[in-house]
C-alpha cells in the first residue's frame, strides 16, 4: 500500500519545505547557542511569513477566513515543519476548528480569530504536579461566584506561556450541580493573582518556556468559560487528537531529515579508506530507518484520511494514540542511529542528530506518554474493537 498524496496536499508541503529550508533552518545553530533566541528582526519574519501563508488558519473554517484544509495537507505542512529544530517552526499560533465548535460567538471575536489575525497567542494550562497522565485527577478548582468564577490550581509545563497573552486553563467545578465536571476557560495572564512560579530548564533549546505558574482566587467572567460546565473534557479530547496526529506528522519530518543527513554523511565520511555507506553496520541503520518511517508515514496519512473521511470519533481516537506511539518511538530511535553513524560529531550540539535526539525525547511525553496512547489504544480494541484495522476483509 503508498499513499499518493493529492496535488493541495504537494503544494503546500512543497511552500512550507522551501520555507523551512530556506528560512528557518539556516537560524538552528544560532537558536541552539543562545537559549532558543534569535534576533526579533529574524523572529518576526518568519511570524509574517507564516502569517501571509495562512497558517494560523489552517484548520479554520473558510467562512471564517480561515483554509479549512483538509487533515491530509495539514498533516503534509506539519510534516515539513517537523525537518527544523530548536523550536523554529513554532512560528505561528493556530485557530484550531474544534475551537469554533466550542465558543460562542464572544468568545470567537475575543480570542479565536486574534489568533488567526497572528494578535493574540494561546497557551495550554492542564497538567499538574499530581496529574499529567491522569487528567480526571486535577485538583484546580472553578468556584462560581455571581456572574464570575474563581479559579483556583497550580500548572506544570505551560507551554510558550511566556510568549502567550492568555491560557486555556483546565479546572473542576467546584459545587452545584455539576461538582467535579471538566470545564475549560480562557484566562488572561496579565490578571491579578495570576502568577509565574518558576520556568524550569528542558532537554530542548526552545524560546518557548514551559513554566509553572500558579492561579488563587483569579476572578473570570462566566463568559470565558468554554462551552457547558461538564464540556471540558470533551474539547480537551478534540485538542488531544489532533496534537497527536500533528505531532505524528513532526516525527516523520524529523526522522526524513535525519535520514537525509545521516545518508549524506555516511556516503562522504571515509573510515580506513572507504565510505562508511559502504560498511553493512551502518547499511543496517539507514535500512531500518527508511522502512520504519515509510510504516509511520503510511500510518500518519491514512490517519489524517479517516479524519476527512468522518470516521467515527472513538476509532478515530484510537488511530491518533497508534500513529502518535508509533511515529515518536520510531522517530527517536532514527534519530539514536543518526548520532551513532556522525560518531563524534553527532554529539555536538551543532550537529542536527544531537539535537533532535534530544528535542524528539519528548513527543513520546507530552500529550500522552506511551504508555498511555498504549492504554488507550488497547482500550480501544478490547471495547469496541479495531477490526478494520487489521482483518481481511
Ligand atoms: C516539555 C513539556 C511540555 C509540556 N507542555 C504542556 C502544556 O503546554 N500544557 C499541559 O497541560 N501539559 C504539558 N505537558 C505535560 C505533559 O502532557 C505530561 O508531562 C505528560 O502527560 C505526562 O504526565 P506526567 O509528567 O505527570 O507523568 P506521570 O503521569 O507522572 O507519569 C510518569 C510515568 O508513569 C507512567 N504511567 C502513568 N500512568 C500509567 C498507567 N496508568 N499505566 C502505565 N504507566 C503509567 C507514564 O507513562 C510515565 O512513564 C508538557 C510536558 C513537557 C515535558
Known amino acids: ?77 506539519y510534516e515539513a515543519l517537523g525537518r527544523v529544530t530548536n523550536g523554529l517552526g513554532w512560528c505561528f499560533s493556530e485557530a484550531h476548528r474544534w475551537m469554533f465548535e466550542a465558543c460562542n460567538e464572544d468568545q470567537i471575536e475575543r480570542y479565536v480569530l486574534p489568533i488567526m489575525r497572528g494578535e493574540r497567542h494561546e497557551c495550554y494550562a492542564i497538567t499538574e504536579a499530581e496529574s499529567g497522565s491522569d487528567v480526571d485527577g486535577i485538583s484546580a478548582t472553578a468556584r462560581r461566584d455571581g456572574d464570575d468564577y474563581l479559579l483556583n490550581g497550580e500548572k506544570w509545563y505551560v507551554t510558550g506561556a511566556n510568549v502567550s497573552d492568555f491560557c486555556i486553563f483546565q479546572a473542576k467545578i467546584a459545587d452545584g450541580p455539576h461538582a467535579r465536571a471538566h470545564a475549560l476557560f480562557f484566562v488572561d495572564l496579565g490578571l491579578p493573582r495570576v502568577e509565574l512560579v518558576r520556568t524550569p530548564l528542558f532537554g530542548h533549546t526552545y524560546a518557548h518556556h514551559h513554566p509553572v505558574y500558579r492561579f488563587t482566587d483569579v476572578r473570570v467572567p462566566a463568559a470565558n468559560r468554554i462551552g457547558e460546565e461538564g464540556d471540558g473534557m470533551t474539547f480537551s479530547y478534540a485538542w488531544f487528537r489532533r496534537e497527536r496526529l500533528m505531532i505524528a506528522a513532526r516525527c516523520c519530518g524529523a526522522a526524513a531529515r535525519l535520514i537525509e543527513e545521516a545518508t549524506a554523511f555516511a556516503k562522504d565520511r571515509i573510515v580506513s579508506g572507504q565510505p562508511i555507506a559502504d560498511y553493512q553496520a551502518i547499511q543496517f541503520m539507514l535500512a531500518d530507518s527508511v522502512t520504519e518511517l515509510w510504516a509511520a508515514r503510511l500510518m500518519t496519512y491514512e490517519c489524517a484520511a479517516a479524519h476527512d473521511r468522518g470516521d467515527d470519533v472513538k476509532a478515530l481516537h484510537a488511530r491518533c494514540s497508534m500513529v502518535k506511539l508509533y511515529a515518536s518511538e520510531m522517530a527517536n530511535r532514527v534519530a539514536d542511529r543518526a548520532v551513532q553513524i556522525f560518531g563524534g560529531r553527532g554529539y555536538m550540539r551543532e550537529n542536527v542528530a544531537e539535537r533532535f535526539f534530544r528535542e524528539l525525547r519528548v513527543d513520546r511525553i507530552w500529550e500522552g506518554t506511551s504508555e498511555i496512547q498504549r492504554l488507550i489504544i488497547a482500550s480501544g480494541h478490547l471495547k469496541r474493537g479495531l477490526p478494520d484495522l487489521y482483518q481481511q476483509s
Open 1 to 77: 500500500m503508498s499513499f499518493d498524496l493529492p496535488e493541495d496536499a504537494l503544494a503546500w508541503q512543497a511552500r512550507v519545505r522551501a520555507f523551512v529550508d530556506q528560512d528557518l533552518i539556516p537560524w538552528e545553530v544560532e537558536a541552539e547557542l543562545n537559549n532558543g533566541e534569535i534576533p526579533a528582526e529574524a523572529r518576526g519574519a518568519h511570524r509574517s511569513t507564516a502569517q501571509a501563508m495562512g497558517l494560523p488558519g489552517m484548520d479554520a473554517p473558510a467562512e471564517r477566513g480561515g483554509l479549512a484544509l483538509s487533515n491530509v495537507t495539514q498533516v503534509a505542512i
